[in-house]
Nanobody, 128 residues
Framework: QVQLVESGGGLVQAGGSLRLSCAASGRTFSDYHMGWFRQAPGKERELVAAVSRWSGGMTYYADSVKGRFTISRDNAKNTVYLQMNSLKLEDTAVYYC????????????????????WGQGTQVTVSS
């Protein structure tokens, strides 16, 4: 299996930027599609962005983050990133990275139902 560890969260003012990283260890990183989820207090966990197995492959974004967030991966470094720009108060949440094994269809990946492995999460707080 792959173990996932997120980093890069913190406190940022509205309009600012953060870059989250998720380092993977264990089995072959490129065997997994990767996603970033978030969960705000009192809300359900939601898929924010996803990227297919190969660097430079397909991506998906939730409407709420399109044009502001960018997901990318570097298979040589076993790392997936989430660049977050123009942050809003409503982006405040715990952000989790997750991995979906290659046997999962892309449709399951982008609906958030195909994920097998999860990181522990990193807090992102956007202040006014």
């Amino acid at each position: 299996q792959v173990q996932l560890v997120e980093s890069g969260g913190g406190l940022v003012q509205a309009g600012g930027s953060l870059r989250l990283s998720c380092a993977a260890s264990g089995r072959t990183f490129s065997d997994y599609h990767m996603g970033w989820f978030r969960q705000a207090p009192g809300k359900e966990r939601e898929l924010v962005a996803a990227v297919s197995r190969w660097s430079g492959g397909m991506t998906y974004y939730a409407d709420s983050v399109k044009g502001r967030f960018t997901i990318s991966r570097d298979n040589a470094k076993n790392t997936v990133y989430l660049q977050m720009n123009s942050l809003k108060l409503e982006d405040t949440a715990v952000y989790y990275c997750a991995a979906a094994y290659l046997s999962k269809s892309w449709s399951r990946v982008v609906t958030g139902t195909g994920y097998d492995l999860w990181g522990q999460g990193t807090q992102v707080t956007v202040s006014s």
